[in-house]
């Protein structure tokens, strides 16, 4: 069984890769997810909220803002530092870096108690910044490790591995808290811990990627220019040469920032619009993560059997039924039902999406062009959490009215799909790699 999978998966890379080196790629996955997992998502989103804001009723709203504040940053300088990283060849230094910036980050989360509403907030959003630039770093390795046809199910094997790596988070997190309450600890004593075990987590589990992965693509020899030129360049570059990977980056903008709301907040709809516990809580991300690493791994293969577009296409669909039916439901069941359906939209969506860059990315500009993927990741990642603290500030409190306006992200992402020209998309890339060549 095993020497059946190592040839299926060998069939899937490129010459020369070995299988040591793609499991070294997906252990970053494996290493970050313990970060979005438990610190963006399940707790410390929570702890915020209710514990260092002391509920306060604008607490949402700055969580929000902090998030937002450090995606606008990756949005100014993320392209930048890709073309930095394409001329240099520094793709690896790059990751390095920004792992070590999360984790250090992160660390000191341990220090924010009630009312250290500034402290938190200015480490959260500077880990989440370190943590998105390596999310965009470690994708635009994707292109040099599986070959074309094999983007989306190697993409989604990563995807799925790195959902196993939020679990182990998450479940460490969960024996931690478990043990924490029945020495009669709170929150304020036990969550500062559950952010040290993920900060060590993460720091451990990404060794592999520093030590095995390879970067291949010869340095582009680009002329350096500063983040803000840089960005206005590449944004004229694509609008002129690659209108097919633009109208993807709108399509991403779109959805991705559906899927920012529920990655980021759906820790706290559970518990002010469900009365979930934080145990309760956690237990509903786990089987969250269960569901999105069985989605990553299985629509892998679907979407290489038939077509990105469509593949995408479907997971849009199945995110509008999520929200229709988390939005409708007044039950526990109806609601675990829905977490269910987002799970496997998350991990099938978020897959998907990489592997569209990849097959439209250039072999020369491989982390620009995944910088500006993740500039529309942020671009999102501003406007679907924010939005949602608005419509909740604004209504009162009303977190149902808020994920239901969600669901106009993603029917926008759809609509915007259908305008996606892809083979004409290979084709651009195709041409400028024979530019680059000659």
Not at 95 to 105: K, Q, W
Request: charged share 10%; glycine share 10%.
């Amino acid at each position: 069984m095993m020497r059946f999978m190592g040839q299926a998966l060998g069939k899937a890379l490129n010459e020369g890769v070995r299988l040591r080196e793609l499991w070294a790629w997906a252990m970053y996955d494996f290493a970050n997810s313990g970060y979005t997992t438990v610190i963006l998502t399940s707790v410390y989103s929570a702890y915020f909220v209710g514990v260092v804001a002391e509920g306060r009723s604008w607490a949402t709203l700055a969580w929000t803002l902090a998030l937002s504040a450090s995606y606008l940053s990756i949005m100014l300088t993320m392209p930048g530092l890709g073309a930095k990283a394409d001329a240099r060849q520094g793709k690896r230094r790059l990751l390095f870096s920004s792992t070590l910036g999360c984790v250090s980050a992160t660390v000191m989360l341990y220090w924010a108690g009630p009312n250290d509403i500034v402290w938190a907030l200015v480490f959260i959003a500077l880990s989440n910044y370190c943590y998105c630039i390596g999310e965009s770093i470690i994708g635009a390795f994707l292109p040099e490790i599986a070959r074309p046809d094999a983007l989306g199910r190697v993409s989604g094997w990563g995807w799925g591995f790195g959902y196993f790596g939020g679990m182990l988070a998450l479940g460490l997190s969960l024996a931690f808290l478990t043990w924490a309450t029945s020495q009669g600890w709170t929150a304020q004593e036990y969550v500062p811990g559950i952010a040290l075990i993920t900060a060590a987590l993460f720091a451990l589990s990404a060794l592999p990627s520093f030590l095995f992965l390879r970067e291949r693509s010869a340095p582009s020899g680009a002329e350096q220019q500063g983040m803000l030129s840089r960005l206005i360049a590449s944004a004229r570059d694509v609008h002129q040469h690659f209108p097919d990977f633009r109208t993807l980056l709108l399509c991403g903008a779109a959805y991705q920032a559906g899927i920012a709301v529920i990655i980021t907040l759906s820790a706290v709809y559970a518990t002010e619009a469900m009365g979930f516990t934080m145990a309760q809580t956690m237990t509903l991300i786990f089987t969250v993560n269960i569901a999105a690493a069985v989605g990553a791994l299985l629509f892998g293969h679907v979407q290489d059997r038939i077509g990105h577009r469509r593949a995408l296409a479907l997971t849009l669909c199945a995110w509008l039924v999520m929200v229709g039916i988390a939005v409708s439901t007044r039950s526990l069941a109806g609601f675990w039902a829905a977490a269910a359906v987002a799970g496997l939209c998350i991990g099938s969506s978020q897959s998907a999406g990489r592997a569209m860059v990849g097959l439209l990315a250039p072999k020369s500009r491989l982390a620009e062009f995944f910088a500006l993927w993740t500039f529309a990741i942020q671009l999102a990642a501003v406007c679907g959490p924010l939005s949602y603290g608005l419509v909740t500030w604004l209504s009162g409190g009303n977190h149902r009215l808020a994920l239901a306006c969600t669901g106009l992200f993603f029917l926008a992402g759809l609509l915007i799909l259908s305008r996606l020209n892809f083979q004409r998309g290979i084709l651009a890339k195709n041409q400028a790699d024979l530019s680059c060549q000659d």
